[in-house]
């Protein structure tokens, strides 16, 4: 039997962002680990989830589930190993996913925690990264909200990200004419070269309206949106009658809480009788299995690939996070905290 740890290592938020997050906001440090008590189990990450919701959770806004209390470890979804277990149906070496804490070590009695499944021929970042989180909530947001028909034009921003790259594969699959937007040449290549997008605006170095034009001349029938401000207003303004718009995200406006709609925006969205839904992922959690199995069938048959961005070092993470508000990232963002075997 291995030795279990004694200590573990954590981040705590110490301090609510104001704007970016900054050094401080966030500790790193080493902490004792209690001993299991009955129907606990202790699990080694091996990948935590960075997601643009940590710096909701981080803040005191208005979200989906308790901020994150200052003096307490930073949430985040996690997959790891179990190495020690006093929970009835939990065995040393199953690998488990859920939500947990940015830490190499966590104890769970098992709450919000699922056994992760290995699917033969997939790695275990691209299973973890893809069906945990960005799968379901593509799979979801754009089958049930965004309701795609053969022959629609579907929009999707932060194309070439973690939820992003999966719904325009999606929407290729259902027939859709998907034209992603991305912040750089090389993520807008990848999306329509690798991916199969029909076409991908670079939104840092041309200018939206302009190519929405040219690309949509038809209007826009779907809208996933991820990222809110004026890109979000660009394609709103092409909206064909009755369009559907999955509201994923709006990730523009987690660090700057002072968005503005120009005038008119909510008349156009009465005057083309617009469905636009909020939603989060967790709201279907029930159907969590129909998406996993369909997006596993899909990557193993060739149909969906995904690309993850791993990057080492729990020591790193409150950096690290930061590259999904510059758009560093290219991909899921994982922090590998220990090797998988
Ligand atoms: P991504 O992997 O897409 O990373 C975030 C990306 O957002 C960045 O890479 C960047 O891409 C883009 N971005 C950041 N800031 C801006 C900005 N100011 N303007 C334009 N683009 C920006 O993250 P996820 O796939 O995990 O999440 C994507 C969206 O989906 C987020 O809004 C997130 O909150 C939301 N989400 C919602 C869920 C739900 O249940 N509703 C669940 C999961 C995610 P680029 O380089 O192209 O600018």
């Known amino acids: 039997m291995t030795d279990l740890p ?22 790193y440090a080493a902490e004792p680990l209690p001993a299991l008590a009955e129907g606990q189990f202790l699990l080694k990450i091996i ?10 959770w981080m803040s005191d806004m208005e979200q989906y589930m308790p901020p994150v209390g200052l003096g307490d470890a930073m949430r985040g979804g996690v997959c ?22 940015w830490a190499d070590h966590i104890i769970s009695d098992g709450t919000a925690m699922a056994p992760m499944p290995m699917l033969p021929g997939l790695s275990l970042a691209a299973a973890y990264g893809t069906l945990s989180l960005v799968g379901p909530t593509a799979y979801f947001g754009l089958l049930d909200i965004g309701q795609p028909k053969p022959g629609e034009t579907l929009v999707v921003s932060a194309a070439a990200g973690g939820v992003g790259q999966i719904v325009g594969q999606i929407g290729k699959i259902k027939g859709c004419r998907v034209i ?5 040449k090389a993520k807008c290549d990848f999306v329509t070269s690798e991916l199969g997008f029909d076409a991908c605006i670079d939104y840092k170095s041309q200018d939206v309206g302009a190519e929405l034009d040219r690309l ?20 709103v303004k092409r909206m064909n009658l009755f369009g559907r718009m999955p509201l994923c995200g709006l990730i523009s406006s987690y660090n700057d809480l002072t968005p503005t709609e120009p005038p008119g925006f909510w008349t156009m969205i ?44 729990l020591e790193h993470a409150a950096e690290t996070v930061k590259a999904l508000y510059s758009g560093s990232n290219f991909g899921k963002l994982l922090v590998e905290v220990s090797p998988p075997d």
């Open 80 to 101: 790891g190993r179990v190495i020690a277990s006093r929970k009835p149906g939990v065995d040393v070496g199953q690998l488990m996913a859920g939500l947990g804490e």
């Open 6 to 27: 004694s200590h573990r290592h954590a981040w705590r938020l110490r301090r609510r962002p104001t704007g970016d997050i900054a050094e401080g906001d966030l500790a």
């Open 180 to 184: 992603g937007i991305a912040g750089g």
């Open 47 to 56: 990948y935590l989830s960075l997601d643009p919701t940590n710096r909701i």
């Open 270 to 313: 009465l005057m083309r009788r617009l469905t636009i839904r909020g939603f989060i992922v967790t709201d279907f959690m029930p159907r969590y299995a129909e998406a996993a199995q369909t997006l596993a069938g899909w990557m193993l048959s060739g149909q969906l690939k995904t690309r993850q961005d791993i990057r080492p070092g």
């Open 216 to 235: 949509a001349p038809k209007g826009i029938d779907i809208n996933f949106e991820q990222v809110g401000g004026d890109i979000m207003v660009e394609v």
